[in-house]
Protein backbone atom coordinates (compact mmCIF):
# COMPACT_ATOMS: atom_id res chain seq x y z
CA UNK A 1 0.00 0.00 0.00
CA UNK A 2 1.27 3.68 -0.60
CA UNK A 3 -0.07 6.79 0.66
CA UNK A 4 0.64 9.86 -0.53
CA UNK A 5 0.24 13.54 1.22
CA UNK A 6 -0.01 16.71 -1.05
CA UNK A 7 0.93 20.12 0.34
CA UNK A 8 1.67 23.27 -0.73
CA UNK A 9 -1.55 24.60 -1.97
CA UNK A 10 -2.89 28.28 -1.24
CA UNK A 11 -4.09 31.20 -2.38
CA UNK A 12 -2.32 32.91 -5.31
CA UNK A 13 -2.79 36.30 -7.33
CA UNK A 14 -2.63 35.53 -11.52
CA UNK A 15 0.50 35.87 -12.79
CA UNK A 16 2.23 34.46 -9.33
CA UNK A 17 3.38 30.66 -8.19
CA UNK A 18 3.03 27.84 -6.20
CA UNK A 19 4.66 24.76 -5.77
CA UNK A 20 3.26 21.49 -4.68
CA UNK A 21 4.80 18.88 -3.13
CA UNK A 22 3.93 14.70 -2.56
CA UNK A 23 5.18 12.76 -0.25
CA UNK A 24 4.75 9.12 -0.72
CA UNK A 25 5.22 5.79 1.73
CA UNK A 26 6.79 2.67 0.19
CA UNK A 27 10.29 1.55 -1.13
CA UNK A 28 8.60 0.68 -4.31
CA UNK A 29 7.94 4.09 -5.25
CA UNK A 30 10.58 4.63 -7.51
CA UNK A 31 8.87 2.03 -9.61
CA UNK A 32 5.54 4.02 -10.36
CA UNK A 33 4.64 6.12 -12.81
CA UNK A 34 3.49 9.48 -11.18
CA UNK A 35 0.90 12.18 -11.97
CA UNK A 36 -1.21 15.48 -10.75
CA UNK A 37 -4.58 15.89 -11.69
CA UNK A 38 -6.72 18.54 -10.61
CA UNK A 39 -10.83 18.62 -10.23
CA UNK A 40 -12.25 22.56 -10.15
CA UNK A 41 -16.33 22.52 -9.25
CA UNK A 42 -18.38 21.48 -11.68
CA UNK A 43 -15.93 19.92 -13.95
CA UNK A 44 -14.29 16.54 -14.30
CA UNK A 45 -11.02 15.54 -12.67
CA UNK A 46 -8.08 16.15 -15.64
CA UNK A 47 -4.52 14.42 -15.41
CA UNK A 48 -2.29 17.93 -15.33
CA UNK A 49 0.92 16.32 -15.96
CA UNK A 50 2.62 12.76 -15.30
CA UNK A 51 6.13 11.83 -14.89
CA UNK A 52 7.78 8.19 -15.41
CA UNK A 53 9.86 6.30 -12.84
CA UNK A 54 13.19 8.12 -13.75
CA UNK A 55 11.92 11.39 -14.54
CA UNK A 56 13.44 11.51 -17.75
CA UNK A 57 9.82 11.27 -19.79
CA UNK A 58 6.90 14.00 -18.74
CA UNK A 59 3.82 15.14 -20.65
CA UNK A 60 1.60 17.54 -19.84
CA UNK A 61 -2.00 19.12 -20.34
CA UNK A 62 -1.95 21.26 -23.30
CA UNK A 63 -3.44 24.13 -20.35
CA UNK A 64 -0.36 24.10 -18.53
CA UNK A 65 2.30 23.34 -20.89
CA UNK A 66 5.06 25.97 -20.35
CA UNK A 67 3.99 27.03 -17.31
CA UNK A 68 3.86 23.67 -15.12
CA UNK A 69 6.78 21.35 -14.50
CA UNK A 70 6.77 18.06 -12.59
CA UNK A 71 9.49 16.81 -11.17
CA UNK A 72 10.46 13.93 -8.85
CA UNK A 73 13.15 12.71 -6.61
CA UNK A 74 13.43 9.31 -6.16
CA UNK A 75 15.81 9.10 -3.05
CA UNK A 76 13.46 11.06 -0.91
CA UNK A 77 10.09 9.73 -2.61
CA UNK A 78 8.62 13.11 -3.49
CA UNK A 79 7.29 14.86 -6.47
CA UNK A 80 6.67 18.26 -7.12
CA UNK A 81 4.58 20.52 -8.98
CA UNK A 82 6.06 23.91 -9.88
CA UNK A 83 3.40 26.25 -10.93
CA UNK A 84 4.26 29.46 -12.67
CA UNK A 85 2.06 32.13 -14.46
CA UNK A 86 -0.79 30.84 -12.54
CA UNK A 87 -4.32 31.95 -13.65
CA UNK A 88 -7.28 31.97 -12.41
CA UNK A 89 -8.60 28.84 -14.41
CA UNK A 90 -5.95 27.15 -12.22
CA UNK A 91 -8.34 26.80 -9.34
CA UNK A 92 -9.21 23.63 -8.55
CA UNK A 93 -8.08 20.68 -5.51
CA UNK A 94 -4.90 19.17 -6.65
CA UNK A 95 -4.22 15.51 -6.65
CA UNK A 96 -1.56 13.85 -6.30
CA UNK A 97 -1.80 10.26 -7.72
CA UNK A 98 0.51 6.48 -8.84
CA UNK A 99 0.37 4.19 -11.22
CA UNK A 100 2.17 0.90 -10.59
CA UNK A 101 2.07 -0.16 -14.40
CA UNK A 102 2.54 2.39 -17.17
CA UNK A 103 -0.35 3.29 -19.41
CA UNK A 104 -2.90 1.62 -16.95
CA UNK A 105 -5.04 2.78 -13.95
CA UNK A 106 -4.61 5.13 -11.45
CA UNK A 107 -4.10 3.17 -8.42
CA UNK A 108 -3.44 5.34 -5.52
CA UNK A 109 -4.83 9.00 -4.94
CA UNK A 110 -3.83 11.42 -2.13
CA UNK A 111 -6.76 13.50 -0.39
CA UNK A 112 -5.69 16.70 -2.33
CA UNK A 113 -4.23 19.88 -1.79
CA UNK A 114 -6.53 23.39 -2.57
CA UNK A 115 -5.17 26.14 -5.16
CA UNK A 116 -6.44 29.16 -5.50
CA UNK A 117 -5.75 31.73 -8.08
CA UNK A 118 -7.36 35.36 -7.32
CA UNK A 119 -7.84 37.79 -10.68
Known amino acids: QVQLVESGGGLVQAGGSLRLSCAAS????????MGWFRQAPGKERELVAR????????DYADSVKGRFTISRDNAKNTVLLQMNSLKPEDTAVYYC????????????WGQGTQVTVSS
Open 51 to 58: INWSGGST
Open 26 to 33: GRTFSTYT
Open 97 to 108: TAQRIAGTRWDY
